[in-house]
T-cell receptor
Framework: KAGVTQTPRYLIKTRGQQVTLSCSPI?????VSWYQQTPGQGLQFLFE???????NKGNFPGRFSGRQFSNSRSEMNVSTLELGDSALYLC???FGGGTNEKLFFGSGTQLSVL | GESVGLHLPTLSVQEGDNSIINCAYS??????FIWYKQESGKGPQFIID?????DKRQGQRVTVLLNKTVKHLSLQIAATQPGDSAVYFC??????????????FGSGTQLTVLP
């Protein structure tokens, strides 16, 4: 069974631009979560989607948004990029998003904002 | 100015020795815990999990111990191998008001296995 797939693997953008990252969960998984990882803040929760609905959101500004499609694939968008948005963005999936389910991560998208 | 990164605790062990990685979690209401391993350039990889109604759980070469009294979690790796070198994170699930889940991660421990 294929793992969580994230594209692109690397991305370089300039301040003010916007970016869209893509995530394909493990087949059969319906919950997709997004996390931001930086050396300064570690791993921080962005949001979680289940059945095309955002169920939970972390403490990030409105420039960070996401969506989930009927096939459970998810995208996240960051508008008006800032230098501090440079990070590894990780997508994780689980079967139903229940609180005692294992969460499986992709390899991430490394975003650099210049 | 210069940004200050998280200070990662480090642990160096000799190949073949046992490793113990510790984690203090934040919320006494947390009901589920996971240990992840992250190698350079990769996403976190699931190692082992434990529910709050358990004190100990064993996997292949790994054991997780949970002490709810002091909110402490540990990961024991038996016969540590060079491939175990990585950053190890503990994560806790704090029950939300709904069914959605949100993991809170620790800052991680860098494990280095010496030949």
């Amino acid at each position: 069974k294929a793992g969580v797939t994230q594209t692109p693997r690397y991305l370089i953008k300039t301040r003010g631009q916007q970016v869209t990252l893509s995530c394909s969960p493990i087949s059969g998984h319906r919950s997709v979560s997004w996390y931001q990882q930086t050396p300064g803040q570690g791993l921080q929760f962005l949001f979680e989607y289940f059945s095309e609905t955002q169920r939970n959101k972390g403490n990030f500004p409105g420039r960070f948004s996401g969506r989930q499609f009927s096939n459970s694939r998810s995208e996240m968008n960051v508008s008006t990029l800032e230098l501090g948005d440079s990070a590894l963005y990780l997508c994780a999936s689980s079967f139903g998003g229940g609180t005692n389910e294992k969460l499986f991560f992709g390899s991430g998208t490394q975003l650099s904002v210049l | 100015g210069e940004s200050v990164g998280l200070h990662l605790p480090t642990l160096s062990v000799q190949e073949g020795d046992n490793s113990i990685i510790n984690c203090a979690y934040s919320n006494s209401a947390s009901d589920y815990f996971i240990w992840y391993k992250q190698e350079s350039g990769k996403g976190p990889q699931f190692i082992i999990d434990i529910r709050s109604n358990m004190d100990k759980r064993q996997g292949q070469r790994v054991t997780v111990l949970l002490n709810k009294t002091v909110k402490h979690l540990s990961l024991q790796i038996a016969a540590t191998q060079p491939g175990d070198s990585a950053v190890y994170f503990c994560a806790e699930n704090i029950p939300p008001s709904g069914s959605a889940r949100q993991l809170t991660f620790g800052s991680g421990t860098q494990l280095t296995v010496l030949p």
